[in-house]
């Protein structure tokens, strides 16, 4: 199963955005 940049970027954006939100919890 290939993992293209753009789905990197998307993934890795998301993953950011789970751990900010329970960080600022």
Known sequence: MG???EH?????TYVL????NQWWK
């Open 8 to 12: 990197k970027i998307t993934l890795g």
């Open 3 to 5: 993992c293209t940049e």
């Open 17 to 20: 955005r789970e751990e900010a």
